[in-house]
């Protein structure tokens, strides 16, 4: 009998990632646009939740430990980039799915050349505290770490989906991306290394990836 391979299956309707897509880069533009006129109630809500989150992270150390080893070991950018990279593999060797393996790689590397290129353009500061409990480097909009996590996450849970897996393995693998999703956002805010409208930029902008990236697959995909 024989087997589809991702690169197989019927091609779906396509306008629904298109509108999803287009609404989702509506609203990163407008908090992309929030942050870098510095509007006054965005700013201050940020400064607000991160100097109370601060201060928590200040009085709780063994969590506080506990984050920075998530969020530099675990959630790490280069961690997801190298599960990644792993996915690539596994769908050329395993699956001969060449052409999904390449549409990965590129969707990725785009997701990272957006972050940067945005970084540059707003270069927004990050947190100063006069008690650091982290450091970071770069521009803090948008998230680099929430945005990796969910340009990741969410484009292996579509093949997932897309293949058809079972039922246990696909809540599972929704549990362990949406705890990798949030967990990385969290852990930045209260690391204190980034704001929060930092975090949301990067979980929307990285959506907004996935949704470009599935629109193409479903329009392009031999």
């Not at 929030?34 to 809500?45: E, H, K």
């Not at 601060?54 to 530099?72: F, K, M, N, S, Y």
């Not at 505290?129 to 996450?153: E, I, K, L, Q």
Request: glycine share 8%; hydrophobic share 55%.
């Amino acid at each position: 009998m024989h087997t589809p391979t991702l690169d197989s299956p019927p091609r779906p309707q396509n306008h629904g990632a298109a509108r999803f897509a287009g609404v989702l880069a509506l609203c990163s533009a407008l908090l992309l646009i929030l942050v870098a006129v510095r509007w006054s109630p965005l700013i201050r809500a940020d400064g607000d939740i991160a100097g109370t989150t601060h201060r928590w992270a200040v009085d709780e150390p063994g969590l506080t430990q506990a984050c920075r080893i998530l969020t530099d070991w675990v959630w790490d950018p280069w961690t997801m980039r190298l599960l990644c990279a792993a996915v690539v593999v596994w769908l050329v060797v395993r699956l001969a799915a060449r052409w999904t393996a390449v549409w990965l790689a590129l969707a990725v590397t785009l997701g990272t050349l957006v972050q940067q290129g945005i970084k540059a353009a707003v270069d927004r500061p990050r947190p100063v505290w006069p008690d650091p409990v982290d450091s970071a480097h770069y521009s803090a909009f948008p998230s680099g770490h929430a945005m990796t996590a969910t340009v990741v996450c969410g484009l292996l849970l579509w093949l997932l989906h897309r293949h058809g897996v079972g039922r246990a393995v696909w809540r599972s693998a929704m549990a362990v991306a949406g705890v990798s999703v949030a967990g990385v956002g969290l852990t930045r805010i209260w690391l204190g290394v980034h704001w929060p409208s930092d975090v949301l930029g990067g979980w929307l902008l990285g959506t907004t990836v996935v949704a470009l990236a599935v629109w193409a697959h479903r329009r392009w995909h031999p």
